[in-house]
């Protein structure tokens, strides 16, 4: 069966990414006979100046018809002053909510070679394999009522709304158990019960999704507290799951403690196991068009791809391989700079090298 991927290579660095992260699929088409046919579509910046929309329809119902999307990133300052409706991340947002998408994989794997590069010591992330599960079309970012409206006495004031439904908390938080099985079968669920009413529901969910999963434990932590367990002590642990704002800013911040936001890649998905893949970082506009760009968070998502949507687990593991054989041969693109005996490389370099292994 061939596999239909739809490749949406959006603004800024996306282009110069997706480039190379599609020369290896060409490479597992020709070495391993990957079944495959990709398909382009328009989102984000790029859409707007073609069509006047950051989310075409013909976009949507590519995306629908495919079995995966892989993205690079969507925005820069080009689009920066259209109203909040008509900005490129109104794209993503479209995709995932079009799509329901509603659980979003972002892994944190130190790789030996970047403990370096990590702005933590080589000693408190070494090993370091976490999973964070982001509830990715619920809570504050799509709450109702939003806006910003002018009170009675002449007072603007801005609004946004954190909602999460039963069912939304289930699914999100059965994602997290299933995952945490296939791996180190902890599961830590972050919210802010102590304030927030939308979390005591989240907790008391979560809660009892868990007595499904007598196998896997259960903790619960509040939100600035897993902050500061993440840069403190970030190996204990396995699979972190939290809503739509939290799980933004904690997967970021677990970024960082892998040494570059250019390494990690990102899925989701759908009730159905159908995918988005992209890269956590955004369109980088400082870098774009430098050929600097490091393109592995974007083939790592590939990876995840063949993993998740398209049942090719052991073509993942070749990709994840081949990019650890570059690093180990010392490849770095600027990003992740190692210093002695490793060799500064671009992005079409780092892309060729992966795609030869
Ligand atoms: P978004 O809102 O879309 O997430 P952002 O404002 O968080 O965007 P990014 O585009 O992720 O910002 O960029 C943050 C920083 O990380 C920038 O300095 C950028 O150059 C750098 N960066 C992001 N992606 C990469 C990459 N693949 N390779 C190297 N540097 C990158
Ligand atoms: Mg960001």
């Known amino acids: 069966m061939t596999h239909k991927v739809l490749v949406l290579a959006g603004d800024g660095i996306g282009p ?50 495919a079995d995966a999307v892989l993205l690079g990133a969507v925005g820069g300052p080009k689009w920066d002053d259209l109203p909040s409706e008509r900005r490129p991340e109104k794209g993503l947002l479209g995709l995932r909510g079009g799509l329901g998408l509603f659980a979003n994989l972002r892994p944190a794997v130190l790789y030996p070679e970047l403990a370096a590069a990590s702005t933590l010591r080589a000693e408190v992330v070494a090993g370091l394999d976490m999973l964070i599960v982001r509830e990715l079309t619920g809570g504050i970012y799509f709450g109702e009522p939003r806006g910003i409206r002018t009170r009675p006495d002449g007072v603007r004031e801005g609004v946004n709304t954190m909602v999460y439904s039963e069912p939304e908390i289930e699914r999100i938080a059965r994602v997290a158990f299933e995952a945490a099985r296939r791996r180190g079968r902890r599961v830590c669920s972050v919210d802010k019960a102590n304030v927030l009413e939308v979390s005591a529901l989240w907790r008391e969910v979560v809660t009892r999704v868990a007595a499904d999963y007598p196998d896997v434990e259960l903790a619960h932590m509040y939100v600035d507290n897993a902050a500061m367990q993440l840069v403190r002590a970030p190996r204990q642990f396995d699979v972190m799951v939290t809503g739509n704002l939290f799980g933004d800013i904690l997967s970021d911040c677990a970024a960082m403690l892998t040494g570059s936001i250019g390494m990690l890649p990102s899925a989701s998905l759908d009730a159905a196991g159908k995918g988005m893949y992209e890269p956590i970082h955004g369109s980088a506009p400082d870098i774009a068009g430098r050929g600097v760009a490091n393109p592995l968070a974007t083939i790592l998502s590939v990876a995840m791809m063949l993993r998740h949507s398209l049942g090719e687990g052991e073509l993942a593991g070749r990709v994840e391989a081949a990019v650890r054989e570059v690093l180990a041969a010392g490849l770095r693109t600027p990003d992740i700079d190692g210093g002695e005996g490793t060799r500064r490389v671009g992005t079409k370099e780092m892309g060729d090298a992966v795609a030869a292994a």
């Not at 599609?22 to 069509?51: N, P, Q, S």
């Not at 976009?59 to 629908?64: I, Q």
Request: negative net charge; charged residues 30%; glycine residues 12%.
């Open 16 to 65: 110069e990414i997706v480039a190379e992260a599609r020369k290896v699929l060409e490479a597992l088409r020709r070495g391993f006979g990957l079944a495959v046919e990709l398909e382009e579509g328009l989102v984000g910046g790029a859409a707007i100046d073609a069509t006047g929309t950051p989310l075409p329809e013909a976009t949507l119902r590519l995306a629908r018809e």
